[in-house]
């Protein structure tokens, strides 16, 4: 089955929990821009990304949003599965930033195989870890560094998950990553525009001096 | 034993996994002030607190302080054995708020039971879980919120933790704790007071009037 070789605890699992996972398995794909977890009870189960992109972010009540991480191939989502344990209480909201195909494991299949096997509940574990740690760095950035550095560090993970320096992005779009206004991306944007830093046009941002992007927002916290 | 008492898997533990904590725990008294654990490679091992009062914090490379969150009465810290997962890739530092009783299970000691018993497994994630949800409140607070209702949120936790109007703190570790600078707390502070919820004199603060900061900082993200 192709699932267990993306499943990376699948060979440290019993037959009957093999078998229970691959009988409840729900494959599917979905359209760049969909909306697959909306936090509170909301209960979807774990994602285990095939291929694609996903968006993990929080919501203010004013609409506001801040992406706290990305989720590439092979990668899974716990979030999406956060009622399985009681004492995640935060919402996180997960969006398809591509196209992505993925698993999901329904909460009420996991769960009971996590609570039996030592094994799996460490690999959770270490799921909870990564993301916490991915969150720390997060924190850290808004914590202790000002808005240039942030947009500069965001331009330079773009170009590398897209492996491409002209990004087509809007500054609507990176305000949602950052949580801030468009008005202030607008103005980092034009800052960063004057330094020779980038090049915009309509929709786009091209990156044109990644050296200086990386002496501003590169070593953001190393 | 005392530390059974306390320690909430004691009776999911075998005679041999309980015998190897009795043999490996430390018992340890720490006056306030005390720094317990500074991140990165220094790997202390599990605290779980008799009585007293930690406080889990981030440093800035410049020296800038903010406070995570507390730990009180049977709270465990888990942060301060982060060695023993390699996805945890933060640092976070431990201070002792307070005179604190407190045990250490050597990091050496809990992860191979860690590793064995399921129980002890979801035990360890569930503390984690809630650690990380402490952390996302911290992460709304900084992003949606702006100072004053930070520091009013504060006073009232202070004012609950300590069961007092009167606090006994100092701008600077106020600022500390938030994550600012302690001249924005003076601002801040004095902006209350002229509004009549504080009182301000050498050394401490007064909370004159709680139903006032309730409205200001009370209704904090909930």
New interface residues.
């Given amino acids: 089955m192709e699932f267990a070789e993306y499943f990376p605890v699948w060979d440290h699992m019993t037959p009957q929990q093999q078998q229970a996972i691959s009988a409840g398995l729900v494959s599917r794909s979905v359209k760049k821009g969909t909306i697959l977890h909306s936090g509170g009870t909301d209960c979807t189960g774990l994602l285990l990304i095939k291929t694609g992109q996903l968006r993990a972010f929080?919501l203010?009540?004013?609409g506001?949003e801040?992406t706290l991480y990305r989720l590439f191939d092979r990668d899974i989502c716990l979030f999406s599965a956060s009622c399985m344990?009681?004492?995640?209480?935060?919402d996180v909201a997960i969006s398809a930033e591509k196209d992505t195909r993925l698993w999901i494991i329904p909460s009420d299949i996991y769960r009971p195989i996590?609570?039996?096997?030592?094994y799996?509940?460490?690999y959770?574990?270490?799921?909870?870890?990564?993301?916490?740690?991915e969150?720390?760095?997060?924190?850290?950035q808004?914590?202790?560094n000002s808005m240039d550095k942030r947009v500069a560090a965001f331009l330079l993970e773009e170009a590398s998950i897209e492996d491409a320096n002209r990004l087509r992005v809007t500054h609507e779009s990176i305000a949602n990553h950052l949580?801030t206004h468009r008005e202030v991306i607008t103005r980092m944007l034009r800052y960063l525009q004057n330094e020779g830093m980038v090049r915009l046009s309509r929709g786009t941002v091209e990156l044109t001096d990644r050296a200086k992007l990386e002496v501003l927002g590169g070593a953001v916290n190393i």
Same sequence: chains 1, 2.
């Fill in positions: 929080i203010s009540r004013e506001r801040v344990m009681r004492s995640i209480q935060f996590m609570e039996r096997s030592a799996v509940a460490n959770t574990n270490e799921i909870m870890a990564s993301r916490f740690s969150v720390m760095w997060l924190m850290e808004v914590m202790w949580g």
